[in-house]
């Protein structure tokens, strides 16, 4: 069975910064391209930042542009998302996802999530 696993999550304060994991297990992680999502309560989940399989390739959320960076790291099938000068709105919970493909993504599988909660 897949498991996506991710942690890292907390309490912050504002300006401040956290880095989230997610360890992938049962699946060819280094062929999959991966992605980070998000949903604060009362809204519909929405995408943060992907990465390319090999990590050549990666793409951000206006949001977060600047502020965020994904990496992965293929020999330990983790991906990370370090997230700086972290915002209120930043609260929610994260999530990352497994994808075949980089472009045009449909995303097969999805960790349980870690809350994010900034502190203004």
């Known amino acids: 069975q897949v498991q996506l696993v991710e942690s890292g999550g907390g309490l912050v304060q504002a300006g401040g910064s956290l880095r989230l994991s997610c360890v992938a297990s049962?699946?060819?992680?280094?062929?999959?391209?991966m992605g980070w999502f998000r949903q604060a309560p009362g809204k519909e989940r929405e995408f943060v930042s992907r990465i390319s399989w090999s990590g050549g390739t990666r793409g951000y959320a206006d949001s977060v542009k600047g502020r965020f960076t994904i990496s992965r790291d293929n020999a330990k099938n983790t991906v990370f998302l370090q997230m700086n000068s972290l915002k209120p709105e930043d609260t929610a919970v994260y999530y990352c996802a497994a994808a075949a493909t980089y472009y045009r993504p449909n995303y097969d599988y999805w960790g349980q999530g870690t809350q994010v909660t900034v502190s203004s």
């Open positions: 049962r699946f060819t992680f280094s062929s999959y391209a």
